[in-house]
């Protein structure tokens, strides 16, 4: 799933990390990724960069070895194993990045709004949270009801690593605090000729959202 969904969002990340890849001009950045798993973003940063990353599964350490190799111009340090909900533990300073980064990991962090304050501490004034996740249904849509129902006894989370799909990060996100937020919703695009295991659980997760919110 994690393969073909990267290729379904690529045009979509290109677009999420333009504002990324145009801060601070001609300046080597500090970016902070949360969840980064085996670097699946990392191609994204098209420009100098410090990238520091805290990820809870350091089973990814062998493939996240392997892919920050094809990135010379980024400075990518070792996994720093950690939480979104306490990135002290991990090291990461006050006001101390420019840029943070959370793709697909607000479904299945423990405390949303704790990661989002976390999140504003670590950035710099005028620092930038970049992210991408899949959300609850709208109000009165089949979908929200299957949400809802895949997460009657904690089925859903069980069988997906702790991924919720009854959240709304897009009212989340409103009352974080940020000083500036800019986010849309949309559909995740399911080709026609997707696999049927894609369609299936890319139509679960169907209902996105990705913004950048300013510090």
């Not at 005028?126 to 299957?146: A, N, Q």
């Not at 919720?164 to 000729?193: H, N, W």
Request: glycine residues 10%; charged residues 30%; negative net charge.
């Amino acid at each position: 799933f994690a393969s073909k969904y990267n290729d379904t969002s690529n045009s979509l990340k290109i677009e999420l990390f333009k504002d990324l890849n145009d801060m601070k001009k001609g300046e080597k950045i500090s970016i902070l990724e949360i969840g980064a798993g085996p670097g699946a973003n990392f191609k994204y940063f098209d420009r100098e960069a410090l990238v520091q990353t805290v990820e809870p599964n350091l089973h990814f350490a062998k493939y996240f070895d392997e892919n920050r190799s094809k990135f010379p111009k980024l400075d990518i340090k070792d996994i720093k194993e950690g939480f979104g909900e306490d990135l002290s533990a991990a090291g990461i300073a006050d006001a101390s990045v420019d840029a943070v980064v959370m793709t697909l990991v607000l479904c299945s962090v423990q405390d949303q709004l704790k990661c989002l304050e976390e999140i504003k501490r670590v950035l710099k004034p005028g620092g930038k949270f970049f992210y991408m996740e899949h959300i609850i249904g709208d109000e009165g849509s089949t979908i929200r009801t299957v949400h809802k129902l895949l997460m009657i006894g904690g089925f859903w989370p069980f069988m997906a690593d702790g991924c919720c799909t009854d959240r709304a990060t897009d009212k989340v996100m409103e009352t974080a605090g940020f000083g500036k937020l800019e986010q849309k919703k949309y559909d995740l695009p399911i080709s026609e000729d997707a696999g049927i295991p894609f369609k299936l659980c890319g139509g679960i997760v169907k209902p996105h959202l990705m913004g950048v919110a300013t510090k």
